[in-house]
């Protein structure tokens, strides 16, 4: 593989908002999954447990998840970012009006940009989910190791033409995936993956995110 295949997988990959309902032959998740944990990990711990849903048991976990935001609070078991300022807030503006002018929300509608958010919680429709969780005891760097498990998960499904969001928002609803997938307490959930094919006629997959250039974000010492 050269630097240029990396890189065109990179630049073809991204978040997907409106999947096909077909699914991902089995072998294929199989693939990604063997590639993703090829990545680095402290000590070699490879912290990263993964649950997989697939056809009915994907419809059946999505109503549920939209039935429990429906009532339940915001509990992450990792803190969520306190705030976003500079250009950290910057860029998630420039994301959320991308996305927003994209599927045709104007600014300050309220009732069509929650309506937007709870596509999240709807998997935006994707035939698969994949919920990433780590040790509670390996804390911050089990979860940094899980990072890079979910940046190869997203290239080695991108390889194979298979389409790929990370969602935190599913993370913040922990309580609920503990319970449902009966994910051990001692284990940090951390995100989630819904992937499949991308639906890419959809106004939400019409859009693509900028990113900033070495010089605004390297220190070069000597």
Known sequence: MTLSDLNRLLDQRHSCRAFRSDPVPKEQIEQIL??????????????WQVTVTSGAETDAFRKALQDEVQT??????????????GVYRDRRRECGWALYEAVGVQRGDRAASAEQMMQNFALFGAPHCAIISSPLELGSYGALDCGGFVTAFTLAAQALGVATIP?????????????YFDIADDRLIL??????YADTDHPANCFRTTRAAPEAFVNWVG
């Open 34 to 47: 063997t590639s993703a944990a090829r990545v680095p990990s402290w000590c070699n711990a490879q912290p």
């Open 72 to 85: 339940a609070s915001h509990e992450p078991d990792l803190p969520f970012p306190t705030t976003y300022s």
């Open 167 to 179: 969602q935190a928002a599913l993370a913040s609803y922990s309580p609920f995936l503990h319970r």
């Open 191 to 196: 995100c989630a993956i819904s992937f499949g």
